[in-house]
């Protein structure tokens, strides 16, 4: 990820953030604009990288959410073939069926779901986990 250093004696403000006198500071994203005098880019190393989980589950299995993920991630089930149960969180959930080409999204703004309960005889899902 980017660090911009700032040797003025001034705040500056670019795009939303704040740097300090003599802070360096890492964002996830590149300044577009022109860097004020006294402000240089120290470094383009690291990069965003939004996927916490791709996982493809053919089996009857429990896929659970990362752990330290609060909040504001993003959940995408893929059915490719079969048919597959899902419940969310417990056994005894309600189950989901989904079928080759249906599609689920979850946007969690707390940790709402920690797992996901695929039962699967034959089938293929795809679960995506990614920060949003």
């Given at each position: 990820m980017p660090q911009y250093k700032n040797a003025s004696s001034a705040v500056v403000e670019l795009e939303g953030i704040r740097i300090e006198p003599g802070q360096t500071v890492t964002t996830e994203k590149f300044i577009q604009k022109a860097l004020p005098t006294g402000v240089t880019k120290e470094s383009d190393s690291g990069y965003y990288d939004p996927t916490l989980l791709s996982q493809k589950v053919t089996t009857t299995s429990?896929?659970?959410v990362p752990s330290g993920i609060s909040g504001n991630y993003r959940i995408i089930l893929?059915?490719?073939a079969g048919d597959i149960s899902m419940k969310v969180n417990s056994d005894s959930a309600t189950a989901r069926l989904m079928?080759?080409?249906d599609r689920v999204e979850w946007l969690c703004t707390s940790r709402v779901i920690n797992d996901?309960?695929?039962t699967i005889s034959s089938g293929t899902v795809y679960i995506t986990i990614e920060k949003c």
């Amino acid at each position: 990820m980017p660090q911009y250093k700032n040797a003025s004696s001034a705040v500056v403000e670019l795009e939303g953030i704040r740097i300090e006198p003599g802070q360096t500071v890492t964002t996830e994203k590149f300044i577009q604009k022109a860097l004020p005098t006294g402000v240089t880019k120290e470094s383009d190393s690291g990069y965003y990288d939004p996927t916490l989980l791709s996982q493809k589950v053919t089996t009857t299995s429990t896929v659970t959410v990362p752990s330290g993920i609060s909040g504001n991630y993003r959940i995408i089930l893929l059915c490719s073939a079969g048919d597959i149960s899902m419940k969310v969180n417990s056994d005894s959930a309600t189950a989901r069926l989904m079928v080759a080409g249906d599609r689920v999204e979850w946007l969690c703004t707390s940790r709402v779901i920690n797992d996901i309960r695929f039962t699967i005889s034959s089938g293929t899902v795809y679960i995506t986990i990614e920060k949003c």
